[in-house]
């Protein structure tokens, strides 16, 4: 995909140089010169221009772009920039970050954003990606810690369906952090059993991944999982 992100602070270039790992193409457009760093993400496309100015999108070629993402530090821009990259240049998936959590509820259809990216949504906004049913779906990557956010959504087959967290053998160095259910997202204790169509998030290491897999959707989606990676 071609990808624009405004902004490229601390945030804007980690966004750029992990999409960029992925394979994309990247254009950053910076408003300030002192800001411009193209040593930071060489193979990032850089633009020093104004985000929130018609004629700067237009010579960037916006409407050439899969995917937008505000991601400035000023949220009042971030919102400009996604309201004129959705109704003025029709790019399909428009992604902001959210500063200040009490300015959330501005961050909607109606100025132009597809996914607001804040703190306490952020969990929610990348499960809403992961749509696989039945099996282990690598959310990010924790580069320094060497570990993953995985998730898994439970098939009616899962062995464990119907029965208490603690009954769940999960393997050493994973974690489960969080259930998915329907709208609501639920904070795992012991007691909690879990159900058909959970999102179940788990923070573990790479190693462990295909244990994780087994454990939960039971050994016959290692082996598929397997012939997939074959």
Same mark, same amino acid.
């Given at each position: ?12 270039? #980690? ?13 950053? *457009? &910076?408003?300030?010169?002192k ?26 070629? *916006? ?11 000023d ?33 909607t ?8 990216? #804040? ?8 499960? &809403? ?30 062995p464990?369906?119907?029965?208490? *967290? ?21 904070v795992? #204790? ?18 462990? &991944?295909?244990?994780?897999r ?6 016959? #989606? ?9």
């Amino acid at each position: 995909m071609r990808i624009a992100i405004a902004g490229a602070g601390n945030v804007g270039r #980690s966004i750029a140089q992990e999409l960029i790992d992925n394979g994309h193409q990247v254009m950053l *457009i &910076e408003r300030q010169p002192k800001m411009l760093r193209p040593d930071r993400v060489p193979a990032a496309e850089w633009v020093l221009a104004d985000a929130c100015e018609l004629a700067s999108l237009e010579e960037a070629n *916006i409407a050439g772009c899969d995917v937008v993402v505000a991601a400035t530090g000023d949220d009042k821009v971030n919102l400009v920039v996604s309201l004129l990259a959705k109704t003025e240049f029709a790019v399909a998936r428009v992604v902001a970050r959210v500063n200040r959590a009490e300015n959330e509820w501005l961050f909607t259809e109606q100025w132009g954003v597809d996914v607001a990216v #804040s703190k306490p949504r952020v969990m929610a906004a990348l499960v &809403e990606e992961a749509v696989t049913v039945g099996d282990l779906v690598r959310l990010m990557t924790f580069r320094q810690g060497e570990a993953n956010l995985v998730e898994i959504t439970l098939p009616p087959t899962a062995p464990y369906v119907g029965q208490p *967290i603690h009954a769940v053998p999960i393997p050493r160095d994973a974690a489960l952090v969080a259930i998915l259910r329907g709208k609501r997202v639920l904070v795992p #204790s012991p007691d909690d059993p879990i159900e058909t169509g959970d999102e179940l998030i788990f923070v573990c290491t790479a190693a462990v &991944e295909e244990e994780v897999r087994a454990v939960i959707l039971g050994p016959a #989606s290692t082996e598929r999982g397997n012939q997939d990676q074959g």
